[in-house]
């Protein structure tokens, strides 16, 4: 009978995580649809690189709004209710970045979708890792990740299906798409339950033990009640936004804001984002070709995910992400070179180019991809956990903004004079309206991929002093942890 109970609450909390993680879906969908859009609504806008950095920058800054505003009110209504609110804006912003008549519109379109994205981006984790056991809660986390990645390539496939190079209109259904997943994660979250941790913290403890029945090993239930009603004992003042940078909070604080850095500073964006543009400056011939090498990427992201979440909780974090980044450093020093000596290299430069990026991603997606969110949803008190991970993502969004904004700018610097990479390409003329081939010249992103693996170089020193293990470790047994002034490396199961 116990092993019976067991299973059947092993597999709902499964259930209830993997509507919950939608939410990833979106997110990953709304980031990574723009990248085939953007040669599209480029030429139909006849707008510079400058513009289009501005578009993709106008989402970020509407995550970072959201993911700033957000975390108190998780705190005060709940997690459930917060990610319902995500899911309304997704399916309003799909329809209003679609329909945009002008390049502003899209600016503006782009911004409130944003929202959304930066809501989501701790609501969901959080939600998730409080509603998980113990022993499955790394797993659990994870799916938002694998969600992530899985929305990525829907959006790349979504792109190569309404890709025509003679229809500069092509862009619209792109963002019509993400309507469906929105709708879904609105209906689904409408029947989950809040978590129980969020209850026994407005002293719900009746519903907060009705839920843990169904989800939580039933020795456990007791345990857990217990444990969250001592670390509510603790402090029973009202928690803000100063709490969390009190003194015994600093180094979580660091490791928040640390990964999520690392994370974007690496550059994972310059390749979601503008994958397509990249690989039409190593030499793939006309928009859809680029965008067949992004669901290149989006296919090794998926199946890496898909092998991070087995091996997040045996490997363990700290393991995992040393692993990850030492990856990452070598393809993107790999990359660099590539780009360098494109010119010697001739046609094998461009096959070399794709391997690498896929190996980029591989390593990225073991590692740093779920690690960030993962983190976050662990190491801050349950008091503060709402405002502690809105930070973390606040983090994430800003730097991610940061490297979407600067990609071209940093290529721009980093280009030696006379090594610009030209290309040959099929563009839309308003003076004589048709279609042309120009010579454009792209500049050489060689400088730009070792600047980021100078900073990968950075984030394993950063890493081996402020990265703890948090596998197998209780939420409650990390807070006590941090009260305690214990180390990073020191915190253990």
Same mark, same amino acid.
Not at 214 to 229: A, D, F, H, L
Not at 288 to 304: E, L, M, Y
Not at 361 to 366: D, E, L, M
């Given at each position: 009978?116990?092993?019976?109970?067991?299973?059947?609450?092993?597999?709902?909390?499964?259930?209830?995580?993997?509507?919950?993680?939608?939410?990833?879906?979106?997110?990953?969908?709304?980031?990574?649809?723009?990248?085939?859009?953007?040669?599209?609504?480029?030429?139909?806008?006849?707008?510079?690189?400058?513009?289009?950095?501005?578009?993709?920058?106008?989402?970020?800054?509407?995550?970072?709004?959201?993911?700033?505003?957000?975390?108190?009110?998780?705190?005060?209504?709940?997690?459930?209710?917060?990610?319902?609110?995500?899911?309304?804006?997704?399916?309003?912003?799909?329809?209003?970045?679609?329909?945009?008549?002008?390049?502003?519109?899209?600016?503006?379109? /782009?911004?409130? *979708?944003?929202? !959304?994205? +930066? #809501?989501?981006? $701790?609501?969901?984790?959080?939600? @998730?890792a409080?509603?998980?056991?113990?022993?499955?809660?790394?797993?659990l986390?994870?799916?938002?990740?694998?969600?992530?990645?899985?929305?990525?390539?829907?959006?790349?496939?979504?792109?190569?299906?309404?890709?025509?190079?003679?229809?500069?209109?092509?862009?619209?259904?792109?963002?019509?798409?993400?309507?469906?997943?929105?709708?879904?994660?609105?209906?689904?979250?409408?029947?989950?339950p809040?978590t129980?941790?969020?209850?026994?913290?407005?002293?719900?403890?009746?519903?907060?033990?009705?839920?843990?029945?169904?989800?939580?090993?039933?020795?456990?239930?007791?345990?857990?009640?217990?444990?969250?009603?001592?670390?509510?004992?603790?402090?029973?003042?009202?928690?803000?936004?100063?709490?969390?940078?009190?003194?015994?909070? /600093?180094t979580? *604080?660091?490791? !928040?804001? +640390? #990964?999520?850095? $690392?994370?974007?500073?690496?550059? @994972?964006?310059?390749?979601?984002?503008?994958?397509?543009?990249?690989?039409?400056?190593v030499?793939?011939e006309?928009?859809?070709?680029?965008?067949?090498?992004?669901?290149?990427?989006?296919?090794?992201?998926?199946i890496?995910?898909?092998?991070?979440?087995?091996?997040i909780?045996?490997?363990?974090?700290?393991?995992?992400?040393?692993?990850?980044?030492?990856?990452?450093?070598?393809?993107?020093?790999?990359?660099?070179?590539?780009?360098?000596?494109?010119?010697?290299?001739?046609?094998?430069?461009?096959?070399?180019?794709?391997?690498?990026?896929?190996?980029?991603?591989?390593?990225?997606?073991?590692?740093?991809?779920?690690?960030?969110?993962?983190?976050?949803?662990?190491?801050?008190?349950?008091?503060?956990?709402?405002?502690?991970?809105?930070?973390?993502?606040?983090?994430?969004?800003?730097?991610?903004?940061?490297v979407?904004?600067?990609?071209?700018?940093?290529?721009?610097?980093?280009?030696?004079?006379?090594?610009?990479?030209?290309?040959?390409?099929?563009?839309?003329?308003?003076?004589?309206?048709?279609?042309?081939?120009?010579?454009?010249?792209?500049?050489?992103?060689?400088?730009?991929?070792?600047?980021?693996?100078?900073?990968?170089?950075?984030?394993?020193?950063?890493?081996?002093?402020?990265?703890?293990?948090?596998?197998?470790?209780?939420?409650?047994?990390?807070?006590?942890?941090?009260?305690?002034?214990?180390?990073?490396r020191?915190?253990?199961?």
């Amino acid at each position: 009978m116990k092993k019976e109970q067991n299973a059947y609450n092993k597999h709902l909390v499964v259930v209830i995580a993997a509507i919950a993680a939608t939410g990833g879906l979106l997110f990953g969908f709304d980031t990574g649809v723009i990248s085939g859009a953007i040669p599209f609504f480029q030429q139909d806008f006849q707008i510079s690189d400058s513009m289009v950095e501005n578009i993709t920058t106008a989402g970020l800054v509407g995550a970072v709004i959201g993911a700033m505003f957000t975390g108190r009110l998780s705190d005060i209504i709940g997690r459930k209710k917060v990610i319902l609110i995500a899911s309304v804006i997704f399916v309003i912003g799909a329809i209003w970045s679609g329909w945009a008549p002008n390049d502003y519109t899209l600016i503006a379109a /782009r911004l409130f *979708l944003g929202l !959304a994205i +930066g #809501i989501s981006s $701790f609501s969901v984790p959080l939600y @998730i890792a409080e509603i998980s056991p113990t022993r499955l809660r790394g797993r659990l986390v994870s799916l938002f990740q694998l969600l992530i990645t899985i929305g990525i390539l829907v959006s790349y496939l979504s792109d190569l299906a309404f890709a025509d190079n003679n229809d500069l209109s092509s862009w619209r259904p792109m963002f019509y798409v993400g309507v469906i997943p929105g709708i879904i994660l609105l209906i689904g979250m409408l029947f989950l339950p809040e978590t129980p941790r969020w209850l026994m913290s407005k002293g719900r403890e009746t519903e907060s033990r009705q839920v843990l029945k169904k989800i939580e090993e039933p020795g456990m239930v007791e345990v857990s009640i217990q444990q969250m009603k001592d670390d509510l004992e603790k402090d029973k003042s009202r928690a803000g936004l100063s709490e969390v940078f009190k003194p015994w909070l /600093r180094t979580v *604080l660091i490791i !928040a804001v +640390g #990964i999520m850095f $690392f994370q974007q500073f690496v550059g @994972i964006n310059t390749v979601i984002y503008y994958s397509p543009k990249i690989f039409m400056i190593v030499g793939f011939e006309g928009a859809r070709a680029g965008i067949w090498g992004a669901v290149s990427v989006g296919v090794v992201n998926v199946i890496f995910t898909v092998l991070s979440i087995f091996l997040i909780d045996k490997i363990g974090r700290r393991k995992l992400y040393f692993i990850g980044m030492s990856g990452i450093v070598f393809s993107l020093l790999a990359l660099g070179a590539v780009f360098a000596f494109h010119a010697s290299l001739g046609d094998l430069g461009k096959w070399m180019a794709i391997v690498f990026v896929w190996v980029y991603i591989a390593f990225f997606a073991i590692s740093l991809g779920p690690l960030g969110w993962l983190f976050i949803s662990e190491v801050f008190p349950l008091r503060v956990r709402g405002i502690g991970s809105s930070i973390g993502s606040l983090s994430n969004w800003f730097f991610n903004g940061l490297v979407a904004f600067t990609f071209f700018k940093i290529v721009k610097l980093f280009t030696v004079q006379g090594t610009g990479i030209v290309t040959h390409e099929k563009l839309y003329d308003a003076a004589t309206n048709s279609f042309i081939m120009q010579t454009v010249n792209n500049g050489n992103p060689a400088g730009a991929f070792w600047f980021y693996a100078f900073i990968g170089i950075a984030g394993l020193v950063w890493g081996y002093f402020f990265l703890p293990e948090t596998k197998g470790v209780s939420l409650e047994k990390i807070e006590e942890h941090w009260r305690n002034g214990g180390k990073p490396r020191d915190l253990k199961a």
